[in-house]
């Protein structure tokens, strides 16, 4: 329940969460726990090893998945991963609230998505305080072409609410493989190209068959980078 709660209370401050980033993605104790007292497995050994660890050292996180350590965690996971910051985690879903479901990992970072698209973010410092994604939403999954507005708040220094508006053009890619830790998808690829007064930059979603976004890759804000994000769990 804290880890709800955590998306919708307390906002850690830039300057504080970026020290705190790297070990709270790889802090996993909490998803290693609930799989040990499942009967452990693979992935939840090592999954105590990172957590111990607190730094991206040895083996990484997904080379450690397969189908069958996934499968012994007995929940919902899903990969998350920061290219700019080189560090990944395992996430699980911990509840969800008029269609927005959030995931959390070990240590209290969490995101909120809706249908897959990125609402917001908890825990990574320069957090993703929420998105206006309605018109996203509506757009990508009546196919594309289409050009949108969404809007992105943060927190500034002083804990005030800066607002960002951004043009975006959502356009089909066409077939695609979406590859993630667990193989690789045959999927539809989309591309939402967005620009705003001082940022522009590009999302990718790759929608399977059945409608669910398989993988991924969204922006969160300038001091956190790129999210990606990958279904490990489901058809």
Request: charged share 20%; proline share 5%; glycine share 14%.
């Amino acid at each position: 329940m804290g880890a709800v709660l955590a998306m919708t209370g307390h906002c850690d401050r830039p300057r504080r969460g970026v020290v705190r980033m790297a070990a709270a993605l790889l802090m996993l104790g909490l998803l290693a726990g609930c799989a040990a007292g499942q009967g452990g497995g693979p992935l939840a050994d090592a999954l105590s090893r990172i957590g111990a660890a607190r730094a991206p050292a040895g083996p990484s996180l997904r080379a450690q998945i397969t189908p069958e350590a996934v499968a012994a965690l007995n929940q919902p996971v899903i990969l998350i991963a920061l290219p700019e910051r080189g560090a990944e985690a395992l996430a699980r879903w911990v509840g969800a609230n008029n269609g927005h479901a959030t995931w959390a990992s070990g240590d209290g970072v969490s995101i909120r998505i809706r249908r897959g698209i990125l609402s917001a973010t908890r825990g990574l410092g320069g957090d993703l305080l929420s998105a206006d994604i309605a018109d996203v939403e509506a757009a990508l999954y009546a196919g594309g072409p289409t050009r949108v507005i969404r809007i992105h708040r943060y927190l500034d220094g002083t804990d005030q609410v800066t607002i960002r508006a951004l043009v975006c053009d959502i356009t089909r890619a066409g077939p695609d493989t979406a590859e993630t830790a667990v193989g690789g998808f045959a999927t539809t690829r989309f591309d939402e190209s967005c620009s705003g007064p001082d940022r522009t930059f590009e999302n990718r979603y790759w929608i399977g068959a059945n409608g669910q976004l398989r993988k991924t890759r969204q922006w969160v804000g300038p001091d956190v980078g790129t999210i990606v994000i990958e279904r490990l769990t489901g058809e």
